[in-house]
């Protein structure tokens, strides 16, 4: 409902000035005193649960065989998967 659409917001809210992105967890103990009774591992789970939906709505995307072969092309020249996934926000373990 909507306080969870209000916990979702400054979760994601909280990490948009440092890159976005899977890589970049927000400050979880930070954001507690806004959500009195949200508890830690509840804000732990509600970020979790968005990251796994990203990465399931674009493992397609990154699956595509010109896509793979961009990646292996970008790895073969010297670029580390864990660049390579932060640059296309996607886990490096899933290349």
Do not use: M
Request: with cysteine; hydrophobic share 35%; glycine share 8%.
């Amino acid at each position: 409902g909507e306080e969870y659409n209000r916990v979702r917001s400054a979760l994601f809210s909280s990490t948009s000035g440092s890159g976005g992105g899977l890589f970049v967890q927000p400050n979880f103990t930070a954001l507690l005193p806004q959500f009195p009774e949200v508890s830690y591992d509840t804000l732990v789970s509600i970020f979790a649960q968005d990251c796994v939906s990203r990465v399931k709505v674009a493992h397609a995307v990154h699956r595509r065989p010109e896509r793979v072969e961009g990646y292996c092309e970008r790895w073969q020249a010297g670029e580390s998967l864990v660049d390579i996934s932060e640059t296309i926000d996607f886990p490096p373990c899933n290349l």
